[in-house]
């Protein structure tokens, strides 16, 4: 039984790689610009910095505050990160069930939203999904 459960979770790691190693490229890239890592029950995360600062410096249409990429949730601060982690992680079980399917999955759906004239953000299934799983009170993306 132990054993189906580690070679499960090592599946799920393996299947959300890709974007993982993504996560782990740019939150590399924030942590030389000052930011911080840590390891978060399997999930790394990394916050602040010049970076972060840099990007919530972005206009509105752009400004994010924390995203995931696999079993990375990046955020512009601490304390973005304490406040979203709880959606982002809803992300990391996505990026565990739909792996590289996840971003063209991700942006067909808020595609279909925008062609029917509602808000691409808000309204993607996947956004959706995580909001009623943990409702944030911060704008946030994926
Ligand atoms: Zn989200």
Redesign the pocket.
Known sequence: MRLMATTSRLLRYLWAAPYTLLGVALGLLAVAFGGSARLHFGVLEFCGGRLGAFIASFPEPLRFS???LGHVILAVDRCALRE?RS??R??VRQYERWGPLFLPAYLLSSLLQLLRGRNP?RE?H??RQ??AATP?RRR???
């Open positions: 924390a995203m995931t979203l959606h982002e809803v992300h953000y993607n996947f956004e995580a909001y944030a946030i993306s994926s």
